[in-house]
């Protein structure tokens, strides 16, 4: 097998009598139990906890610091995160040195399944990791790029644990199918002969030199001293490669109670292996198009359904770990999940990865609820859950208690959520208080928060304008007041260099009305074409959490832009009629009105030539979400999707109903699919605009679909 050299040849050897594996462990525990009381907003108590100067609480302090900075995004604790990671990484460094250098000691720490120093290659990875997030969250876009370093030096040590995981399982089960390992399935081919294994790893550090300097090569090799490096780490499986199998293979995947799990140690090598590498897989799976040139300097794609299975496996353990790989699988199917329309049709006996694992979910919040039980972190996932499923007035219940969190980035995701929640249920009054809320509590976009409130006293004017004239003034005012409060704020945060996307649309939004107001004569709330709150609920894709009730609610909204009642109608161009008519369709999508829906899209949104779309104060996200609005349609209108979510037969144009026969069936199936391709097709390549970050997260997430049907079906 490969060995890499190690990095520390001039440094004062250390004393063998100096390593302590009673010491380590207790220094482990101490720092995970200390650091974990952040996940029950308990900061205070975590941070004096955290005294310690050994490798763990080095680790521990900066994963303080690392939750609070990406839950709040705020600069100084982002600073803060990166000093303490930063540390930690060095920490660790030299304490794997020592462990190499003394693996022979009597009191050193030894286990069965990875080499020594593991633990410690491990707190590197993690801090690398936390540090890559951080960099990517920097305003500096010099940052931005040395983070996605970070994390190819960070796969590639995740990779070699696993691969120690997998040779202690072949040893120990040598009956167990193989894992296809990620530089396997980048050949397109499983991981079934280790002697090939072994010859191809020693073309490595050839492969990878497409990915960076020679310099920057060696500085990645000193990080491993003494690991074994895998063949072509810088590649793991494109999506379309060959798939992880089900069923028995030779990753780890035991319960905690298993005797494989002798020690903590080991247990913290495990977890922590599976939490970062799963999250990175997945992390990686999920970049949008617009941000595609950026994954050439780390050259390699994701693996969600690893990913996601790794998570999972981590979740099972009873420490820090295991309660943020919970936070994470919680994050990804209540929020980017239900976000998405198009995903992977569910596989049986695989809810892990597919689909949306209702009562395993469900379980793991109970669990999460009950280990921190002071954490209104918890609070908020179960409002993210009950708003995933359907329940929206549950989910806003929750979180309008007076109580507070003392974390203050809890705290403002508590009330962000809380105005979006109020932004779904056409909630203006209680949408504009949250939102006007969250300037005061963080940083991060006010821009958009002082135009959502604004643009909640725009519906309230419009109701009020006949009925109470009185009471429409006092709301012109207001929306007039916090809509231009919202452009001076706009591009004060930025992400790798580039203004927030939504900073980006309300300032061009903003100015595009005041054009008109000024054009037409008239005031500013008069300007305001299709309704602005109905217009957000589509980016947050807030119909996919309504009732038929709150779903019909939003149509009769959309009706009022076109009624007698607004006065400007007449003067609108094809380009507002456009965004008024493509979201009508998406509420029509999600009433499963499907045919209505496509022929709206068809003759009053894609026939328009992007020509109209484009130009100075355009909105130039029409026709791509268009598109990609045509696709899920296409998609939602398959005989499997109708079967697996117990609907009635689509309105689909004549192209399938439920009296075809199964070859029929089949054939129409795979024409929708085709047809469904055809479209994210366009989205992908269609040129920069607007929200294509933000669209393109949907459409990224739909191609993986598409292309697993594809290879299911071919």
Known sequence: MLRVGSWLYGKKPVSAASLDSSAELKDLVEAMKAATLILNDDVDGAEDGLKGTSTFHNLGKGVVAFVRATLGFEQEIMRQASERLYEAENSAANEQHRAQQHAGAPNAFHSEIYTPGTEYALCQAIAQLMSAVVGVLNESLTESIKAFYRLRKAYITLDAILKMEEKFMELKEPGRALLPSASDLSKGKPNTDTKSSDASSQSSGQSSSAYATPAEEKDLSRSLSGLTVTPDPASPAPSTGV?????????????????????????????????????????????????????????????????????????????????????????????????????PDPTPGEDDVEGYPQERLAALLAEMRARFPNSRLWLLEESRMKGANKDLDGALDLLCSNNKSPLKQVEALCVFEKSLNALFLHNYPVCAEAFIECVDLNSWSRSLYYYIAGSCHVVLYRDCLVKDPKKADHHARKATEYIRTAPPLAGKKKFMARQLPFDVFVTRKIAKWEARAKEWNVPLVDAIGVDPIEEMIFFWNGHSRMTREQLTESLTRLAWCESDQNKTWSREGDEEKAILDLIRAAVLRSLHTHGEAKAILKTHVLHHDKSLFKGHLKDDWVLPAAHFEMAANLWMERPTYQSLHNLPDAETDGVSNGSESPAESDRSEKQLVHECKEHLESAARWESYELDARIGLKVTAAMEAVNKWERMHS
């Not at 293979?249 to 903590?264: C, E, G, M, W």
């Not at 999250?279 to 040139?293: Q, R, Y």
């Not at 050439?296 to 979740?315: C, N, P, T, V």
């Open 243 to 343: 798939s992880t199998p089900s069923g028995a293979s030779n990753v780890i995947d035991h319960d905690p109670d298993s005797d494989i799990f002798q020690n903590d140690i080991d247990v913290f090598v495990h977890s922590g292996a599976n939490f970062c590498f799963g999250i990175l897989l997945l992390l990686i799976s999920m970049v949008p198009p617009a941000f595609s040139k950026l994954l050439s300097i780390i050259g390699f794609h994701g693996d969600k359904e690893r990913g996601i299975r790794m998570l999972w496996q981590a979740s099972k353990f009873h420490n820090l770990i295991g309660a943020m790989s919970a936070l994470a699988l919680l994050g990804y199917y209540n929020g980017f999940v239900r976000y998405c329309d198009i995903m």
